[in-house]
């Protein structure tokens, strides 16, 4: 599917302050960019560099009346879902890049849920089986809520008070997994159909070999979702981190479908 | 220095569980391995592999009867303590790896600490002084003591209660680094003359090019730290990970000074 | 002063629920009522009951279209600031019903600030002199701010983030007298000249056989203070606290002066 | 059935500090006070005094060698459990004192977990028979641990551990029931059968016009538990709260069945 992704970000920033900005599409086999552009302002004074992932990040300073534009044209391959029997690796098979997705993180403290998972899961066989039952566990326990949630919510929060966005299923999701001894990372995307439109968190498990994309919202079509940057938390993959204060002034995401 | 280091731990698990340990000196310029030993008993079915950052690990499963001794001579060499004028790097001169030691983690939730190190620290150069006025902060509010803490304890619970370990200085002073802009991460180390023998947790800042290693506990001298593991906080540098239940039986840990 | 207090609370409430209001203004010699009016919409079926304390509070069930209007005129004394010389209580000579504001509760986790209060303020003298000097610190650490807390912000949290609206403030104050072994509760209050208007939250120490009011945020002078209910935190000073979910509809709140 | 309870407590203090001490057996119909001795050490400075709910406490200065040694031989009255269909009463039916008990506290922060309620426990009727669907819940999903939980567990954290003791048990048992808006307290209590013997925390419920006592551990039988102190939570009914530090140097609790 061709998709024509694009976000506009403005801020206001009083006095210059250090930032990281994640915008730009992963460039990997299962999305190929066919075009993309940036466009900066003079206030946003940011480079782009790449990380060992394929994540492209734009860091240095931004000050004053700070625009960022970005399109990117990309055909995006059909995803498959995970499979049933998708094989949970055993720990002596990962590498150190993937075992860092076994440990908690900011948002998901999966060291506090191992007993829950044992009582809840252990019926499931491991891998895939198991992946999907914690996804439906989440789409049957909490409720989709707006302002219920905020930027400090961690997957704790989320599982007492039962609600959150994309952001506390994603979190949850990883944590139960990871507790699970399943390898999960946090994804910021681009996602079709997505209402309202905005940027998407969703996430990926590795099993049998290979990272595998999960949207635990349910709320955006696997082939529609363009991945942006991939990290243990919303920490690291926020499209905007700031070593201080700016002002948010707007911001549009938008996907559109360009051809099949 | 020529020091001679080396751990045993035991451990009981009744059923086979997954696990990773670092228990392996970290080979670098600094600190040169003349010899090691690694004895795993059958119970440890753990093989090595190394990570990016030069952190080598032991993973795998352990069952039964769980013995893990290692020992190393190392030479390590004399480390100067942080000049005062180590230059703060602006984030457009990081590369990705060190960008991702600004970002809060699961102990270090550096997100929520910005007004009060602006409101602290600002009078203090950016920098080497900037750490090194941390370092007096931590020095003077917080007091060392055993059994008010534990292994949930975040930053912000140590900087509420004023008193921790060496997990929680370090955790603290990781935290107010990375919210004055300053890359920090944890260090798991071999420490000489620390009383009582024990894993030992410090942190690294990231200045003027390079990595500089700081004790916030004072309780070590520098030269006598050997580097084990490097991460974002505990939750990376932890000496044993188990993705279920392992029931300690005994644990030594001991560094002795061989040469100059 | 004369003062005329006001307020009015609209909702709406798809599905009936409990419900607790604390709107009216408590009657005590320092703040004599010369009249009042209540004017409750069909949809809120609430009934008026006392606490000992002399809070008012209404308690019912709420449904449909909801709402509450209260007016008050009130004659309120000149209010004296907390000297400093106010004697610190021995526990011996308090009654139960001042001993459980020495206590912890849920936004005022006091058992937690031992250590800090015993650094920051033992220079101060027990009493009026060391409340004066926290509520110093607090005025000098804390930036008023809508929009960082919420309502399950405690006074852990604020300690940390250093900023917050007037509940922040006023947690924060009590958290922090309890620590230092002086009862303190939380007062929820009608404030003349209070920008914007609002209910306010301000606190009560128990020094020299007497309560003393303060403002953490000195935003509201004391003498246009006028006291709706008294208990340990925000939980219990709610002006509605609901069974299940109300949408907030409209709420406007004001005081004006009428004579001296 | 005849018991007698004895407590012995000793303490080091090197600098004087308030205390408040709660070991008085409460003097209530259900449990009738034969005979009791209490013995103070001169370092034990302490008063007794009543409150309304019937707890005695004991409160004052502590120094130096602490010794506190209570007996009481008290009748305990048969106790029913709670009827199934015992009513839940309608908020306008509660007075005050009892509509604090609905009230979020600092170990059981009931305002977080409407909706898990809401979820779990609505196809339940109103009343007793939603007290015995919470209380089932607790005993099939929380494993009764030692050593997971500390002085500052919340119920929260037990939800998400899933693992505690008598106190977390009471904890999560006191929150649920209160966000399900039925009043629930926290009592001490000496416990006959407890095994190790300690002091016990329990709940108690208000249906039907009454209190009702419940054991969330189902430790102890109901007709062996003589009660202590009633409170909000674990703050309230601590058996020692002191503004210091005192070193716990010996504690004995013992309760012996002396006849029918």
Chains 1, 2, 3, 4 share one sequence.
Not at 35 to 53: F, I, K, N, Y
Not at 82 to 97: K, T
Not at 165 to 181: E, K, M, N, S
Not at 229 to 243: S, V
Request: overall charge negative.
């Amino acid at each position: 599917m061709r998709l024509f992704a694009q976000c506009n970000l403005a801020y206001a920033v009083d006095t210059a302050v250090e930032a990281i900005a994640k915008v730009h599409v992963l460039d990997a086999p299962d999305q190929r960019i066919v075009a993309e552009t940036l466009t900066l302002s003079d206030g946003a004074r940011l480079a782009t560099v790449a990380a060992a992932d394929g994540t492209r990040l734009l860091r240095g300073e931004i000050e004053g009346a700070v625009d960022l534009a970005y399109t990117a044209l990309v055909d995006v391959a059909p995803r498959a879902p995970i499979p049933a029997d998708a094989r949970q690796h055993r720990w002596d098979e990962l590498s150190p890049d993937t075992l860092e997705y076994l440990l908690p993180s900011r948002f998901c403290p999966s060291d506090t849920f191992g007993r829950f998972v044992a009582r809840e899961f252990d019926a499931d066989a491991p891998g895939g089986a198991r992946v999907a039952a914690i996804l439906d566990w989440i789409h049957a326990s909490i409720d989709y809520l707006h302002g219920v949630s905020n930027a400090e919510t961690t997957a704790e929060r989320t599982f007492v008070d039962r609600a959150g966005v994309c952001r506390d299923f994603t979190h949850l999701g990883i944590t139960l997994c990871r507790a699970a001894g399943i390898p999960a990372r946090a994804v910021g995307a681009y996602a079709w159909r997505l209402e309202p439109a905005d940027f998407h968190a969703v996430m990926e498990v590795y099993l049998g070999g290979q990272w595998w994309l999960a949207d635990p919202t349910r709320l955006a079509p696997g082939d529609g979702l363009i991945r942006i940057a991939t990290g243990r938390d919303a920490a690291d993959i926020a499209f905007l981190t700031t070593g201080g204060g700016a002002r948010a002034i707007a911001m549009t995401v938008s996907v559109a479908k360009i051809g099949d």
